[in-house]
């Protein structure tokens, strides 16, 4: 096979030389060795873009609510590895095929990015819009439920007396209480089900609280 290594230890061009005069030489030396040097330049760069574009993907799809906190930070160890892979290959380059990566890369990222963001940023804010249409209509429907268990609750009430002076039979009284019970339950638990909600996107419990304060005031 053909040794590479005399040319491998060629002195490096002086700072004055041109870039294209240096990607010359690096191609000349890396094709002979096999890997043509904008070939190795163009999959590094476009792996380290990629990995970075990544990066602002997942606090997007985070914010956005499409991933819990757990599967972000197990995107994002995934990318941090695959950083870390790249600067690991990018030691073992010439500093100045390295600065040919790093411009490379700032390139495409900033072609990829800049689209991105404009989309991101306009799908969050039609989702914060979104919320906060949801928040103001669940407000009002925590009134209207809390009102609900509050009417269910004094029917029980009544009912226990009325079995109680006989005016109706406990069989009776029992089946409508428990219809009754279910029916608050199931009220109830919807603002359970709206904070597992927040829960799964690292939000704090909110509804199943609030709700409860409805229903004593």
Same mark, same amino acid.
């Given at each position: 096979?053909?040794?590479?290594?005399?040319?491998?230890?060629?002195?490096?061009?002086?700072?004055?030389?041109?870039?294209?005069?240096?990607?010359?030489?690096?191609?000349?030396?890396?094709?002979?060795?096999?890997?043509?040097?904008?070939?190795?330049?163009?999959?590094?760069?476009?792996?380290?873009?990629?990995?970075?574009?990544?990066?602002?993907?997942?606090?997007?799809?985070?914010?956005?609510?499409?991933?819990?906190?757990?599967?972000?930070?197990?995107?994002?160890?995934?990318?941090?590895? /695959? #950083?870390?892979?790249?600067?690991?290959?990018?030691?073992?380059?010439?500093?100045?095929? *390295? %600065? $040919?990566? +790093?411009?490379? @890369?700032?390139?495409?990222?900033?072609?990829?990015?800049?689209?991105?963001?404009?989309?991101?940023?306009?799908?969050?804010?039609?989702?914060?819009?979104?919320?906060?249409?949801?928040?103001? /209509? #669940?407000?009002?429907?925590?009134?209207?439920?809390?009102?609900?268990?509050?009417?269910? *609750? %004094? $029917?029980? +009430?009544?009912? @226990?007396?009325?079995?109680?002076?006989?005016?109706?039979?406990?069989?009776?009284?029992?089946?409508?209480?428990?219809?009754?019970?279910?029916?608050?339950?199931?009220?109830?638990?919807?603002?359970?089900?709206?904070?597992?909600?927040?829960?799964?996107?690292?939000?704090?419990?909110?509804?199943?609280?609030?709700?409860?304060?409805?229903?004593?005031?």
């Amino acid at each position: 096979m053909f040794d590479v290594l005399p040319a491998l230890r060629l002195r490096w061009p002086s700072p004055s030389f041109s870039r294209c005069r240096l990607a010359l030489v690096w191609s000349t030396v890396l094709f002979v060795a096999g890997v043509p040097l904008m070939a190795q330049v163009n999959a590094i760069s476009g792996r380290w873009a990629t990995a970075r574009v990544s990066t602002e993907e997942t606090r997007y799809l985070q914010q956005a609510g499409r991933l819990t906190p757990e599967e972000a930070r197990a995107r994002t160890a995934t990318i941090n590895t /695959e #950083l870390g892979a790249i600067q690991t290959l990018l030691r073992t380059l010439p500093r100045e095929v *390295q %600065a $040919e990566i +790093t411009q490379q @890369r700032e390139t495409l990222f900033q072609t990829r990015i800049v689209p991105l963001r404009q989309q991101w940023a306009e799908a969050l804010a039609q989702k914060q819009r979104a919320d906060q249409a949801r928040f103001a /209509e #669940l407000t009002k429907e925590i009134q209207t439920d809390a009102a609900a268990t509050g009417k269910l *609750q %004094a $029917e029980r +009430t009544v009912l @226990r007396e009325r079995a109680q002076r006989g005016e109706v039979s406990q069989s009776e009284a029992s089946r409508s209480d428990q219809q009754a019970e279910q029916q608050i339950l199931s009220i109830r638990r919807k603002y359970d089900a709206l904070d597992d909600e927040r829960a799964r996107i690292g939000q704090r419990p909110y509804w199943a609280t609030t709700f409860s304060r409805t229903e004593a005031a």
